[in-house]
């Protein structure tokens, strides 16, 4: 059983649609990340949250806004996306972000885009 | 040069067989190692930490050689249930900042047949 929860489990929107992906571990970790996996395809790393703020953008498009209420909780805003956006969207944690972390990842929201 | 890269696969092998995957990495100045195994529409499962020392969790052992880059997995007495994507996953440090980014490999496909 993860301890990493996400929602929705599926997500199929337009392009003009405004959605929210929502992520909370239970875990105690103070680093937080969103990850985005094509089919086929290893993840890969869009944004890390430690101590509620934002530490690392991998040059993600603005369509993707992130948001960090409190260390349990991770948000990923979407608007405008593109149909080359869809994707599994992985959320992970880890106990202090560091380089010696192991991180755990939650079972991820599909997302299509029409 | 891909900044981790694994044996593409797949691998296909019977049930008891002993199977070994190996994985090189660019970055010198990595810190942690990890294989994560990745069932078909899943998330990434952490599987166990790679160490200098190698390591070994029932019928699986990792090694690190960092003076080659190199990371090995090797399961024995293989099972129908091992059947899985397996990520060859490294840590280090994101430039300028302390904290740690995660490269995935491309994974290996493995199949254990009755």
């Known amino acids: 059983d993860t301890e990493v929860t996400q929602t929705p489990k599926h997500l199929v929107m337009g392009m003009t649609n405004k959605k929210s992906l929502k992520c909370e571990q239970h875990?105690?970790?103070?680093?937080m990340y969103w990850y985005k996996q094509k089919a086929k395809k290893p993840p890969e790393l869009m944004f890390v949250y430690s101590y509620e703020k934002l530490s690392i953008n991998e040059s993600v498009p603005s369509r993707f806004s992130p948001e960090c209420p409190n260390s349990s909780l991770l948000n990923l805003h979407l608007h405008a996306l593109q149909p080359e956006d869809s994707a599994l969207y992985l959320c992970?944690?880890?106990?202090?972000?560091?380089?010696?972390?192991?991180?755990?990842f939650g079972p991820g929201t599909r997302l299509t885009v029409l | 040069r891909k900044e981790v890269e694994q044996d593409p696969g797949p691998f296909n092998v019977p049930e008891g067989a002993t199977v070994a995957f190996n994985c090189t990495y660019s970055?010198?100045?990595?810190?942690?190692f990890f294989w994560y195994r990745q069932d078909c529409r899943k998330e990434p499962k952490l599987l166990m930490s790679?160490?200098?020392s190698g390591n070994e969790d029932g019928r699986f052992t990792a090694q690190l050689n960092r003076a080659s880059q190199y990371i090995s997995l090797l399961i024995r007495d293989s099972k129908l249930s091992d059947s899985a994507t397996y990520l060859c996953?490294?840590?280090?440090?994101?430039?300028?900042?302390?904290?740690?980014?995660?490269?995935f490999g491309q994974g290996t496909i493995l199949t254990v047949h009755p």
């Open positions: 992970a944690s880890s106990q202090m972000g560091t380089p010696w972390d192991e991180q755990f």
């Open positions: 996953v490294v840590n280090w440090q994101a430039g300028g900042t302390s904290y740690g980014k995660l490269t």
């Open positions: 875990m105690g970790h103070r680093a």
């Open positions: 970055n010198s100045a990595s810190q942690s």
């Open positions: 790679v160490y200098s």
